[in-house]
Structures are given as C-alpha cells and as structure tokens.
C-alpha cells in the first residue's frame, strides 16, 4: 500500500503511519496480495480523496461506509464510480434528489464525482479497501480507526465544515465531530431500500450551499459535466 497523501493531509496525519494498527492493517492487505486476492480500489487509488480534496482547501465531508466491490467501479471517492461504469443505485438517488432540489441541475450520463472533490468536498469512506465481490470484506482491519482519525482531525483542526451523513452507520460517525464548531446534516441513506425514508426531499445540497455562503465561503457547483 502505497501512502500516497497530499502534503497538507501528510502534515496533519504523518503520525498515523507507523502506529500499530496502520502496520497490521499494511501487512493484511499484502496477505491479500500475496493470497491472490483481487482488491479494490487499485493501489494508486486508495487515497484518492485526499489527492483531490487538500485539508486546506475542505468545506464538506461526505462520508460512505465501503468501496464498491465490483470490476473497475470504485476509485477512492465514496459513492462515485469511474466513467464508463454503469451509475450505481445509491448515486442515481442522490442525482434524483439534486434534481429536485438544485435548480437547472441535469442528471449526468456516469458516475465520477471527482468535480465535487476538486472543490473541497471529502468524498470519505470508512473503509478504504474491500476485496473483490466480498463487500464489508476489509472492515474491522484498521480503516474504521483512520478515517475516524480523520473525521477527528477535521473537527478539531478546521471551522464551519458541512458533513452530510446518510443512514445510521454514517450518522453514528457524528459523535466524533463537534457541534458547536461544524455543521452536521443527516438523513437517510440514498439506497433504494432507504431513500423513500427521509433522503427524497432532505434538501441537503441547497442547505450545503447556504451554509457554505454563510460562512464566506464558495458554495459548491453540484453540476456534473
């Protein structure tokens, strides 16, 4: 596993690389490796949403829970999918819900989220590596104790950060954010068994930008080209 940060994230988390549960968590995917085992995301692409969202230029966290598990989908940004991949149920809810909610917002033909990043939106997922058709296959290895790390860090080194947090797993992440500081959405999550239950109608990209405005800050262009 390549640690493949952006400079100002390895500021904030260079410590985190040589602690223990980062070296068995390093030596479990090398078993993989070594077992034959496929693996996804690809080597370069595990941090991904690090590459493309520096922790200086953040405004929102939107958090996942596992990569997705089939040939060529995921590329480290929760809930995207790499163009000429076939839109997944979950992201295809939540272009109906910006549909609907964003004016003029037009439902785009593929599933790379990567515009959305380069914008300061943390595309997170809890894990950030699953095998090959065994989803939650990883969890419970060590990403759960990173990416709260991450989530902690965000909470007490930065001001004003949205977090959209849909469905309870993510919603349970919630405890490690403060509230007085940072700015917390929840609904249900956009998967087809969830989204009639709270995410249809959240409104949780317009509320993003108002809150982004007023902070002083850009709101977010939800539009994928």
């Known amino acids: ?21 980062m070296l068995k968590l390093k030596a479990f995917l090398k078993s993989e490796k070594d077992a034959g085992e496929t693996v996804y995301p690809k080597s370069s692409n595990i941090f991904n949403a690090f590459k493309h969202t ?11 829970q596992d990569p997705y598990h089939g040939a060529n989908q995921a590329f480290g940004l929760s809930f995207a999918v790499q163009k000429g ?11 109906k819900e ?19 990043a ?3 939106i943390l595309l997170l997922n809890a894990t950030l590596t699953v095998r090959a058709g065994k989803p939650g296959s990883h969890q419970k290895k060590g990403w ?3 990416t709260d ?12 950060v949205v977090f959209l947090l849909w469905g309870k797993f993510a919603q349970a992440k919630a405890e490690l954010i403060d509230k007085q500081k940072h700015h917390i959405l929840t609904a249900a999550h956009p998967s087809p068994y969830s989204a009639d239950s709270g995410f249809f109608g959240c409104h949780h990209f317009s509320k993003t930008n108002a809150i ?3 902070e002083g800050k850009d709101p977010i262009d939800w539009q994928i080209r």
Do not use: C
């Open 118 to 120: 380069d914008q300061g």
């Open 212 to 214: 982004l405005q007023q």
């Open 54 to 64: 520096p922790f200086d230029k953040l405004k929102v966290v939107i958090l996942g």
């Open 149 to 160: 790390t991450v989530i902690r860090t965000i909470s007490e080194q930065k001001e004003g």
């Open 98 to 116: 910006l549909q609907s909610d964003i004016p003029g917002f037009t439902i785009p033909g593929h599933g790379d989220l990567t515009e959305w």
């Open 144 to 146: 759960e104790i990173f």
């Open 85 to 95: 991949i076939t839109v997944p149920p979950s992201l295809k809810n939540i272009y």
């Open 1 to 21: 596993m390549a640690i493949d940060l952006e400079p100002s994230w390895l500021q904030v988390l260079h410590n985190e690389f040589e602690k223990d549960y």
